[in-house]
């Protein structure tokens, strides 16, 4: 078992910054590969970004790629989103999930965990 807290999410201007984070605790945190998903109002789940297990290697959507990186922290058992120069279209519920495989994916189905979200909301 995997349990996933993630934090950071709030209202913020377009144009600004907010640092998403999600602790893990459960399982050994190197062992996954993590990623992150996002929701809006009315439509599926889309891809963010992933992070390979040893954080070598990570991917982007490309609706965020240039404006987002995400880090982890084995140490600290956490994994993190910085969104910069954030837009309206970012307006979404933000969550983390874990794959036990290790390999970063852009597809949801190959994620073993989820945690409960965090809302973004940027305004125009």
């Known amino acids: 078992q995997v349990q996933l807290v993630e934090s950071g999410g709030g209202l913020v201007q377009a144009g600004g910054s907010l640092r998403l984070s999600c602790a893990a605790s459960?399982?050994?945190?190197?062992?996954?590969?993590m990623g992150w998903f996002r929701q809006a109002p009315g439509k599926e789940r889309e891809f963010v970004a992933a992070?390979?297990?040893?954080?070598?290697?990570?991917i982007y959507a490309d609706s965020v790629k240039g404006r987002s990186a995400i880090s982890r922290d084995n140490a600290k058992n956490t994994v993190y989103l910085q969104m910069n120069s954030l837009k309206p279209e970012d307006t979404a519920v933000y969550y983390c999930?874990?794959?036990?495989?290790?390999?970063?994916?852009?597809?949801?189905?190959?994620?073993?965990?989820w945690g409960q979200g965090t809302q973004v909301t940027v305004s125009s």
């Open positions: 999930a874990a794959d036990l495989t290790g390999t970063n994916d852009r597809r949801a189905y190959e994620y073993d965990y």
């Open positions: 992070i390979s297990r040893t954080g070598y290697s990570t």
């Open positions: 459960g399982r050994t945190f190197s062992s996954y590969a």
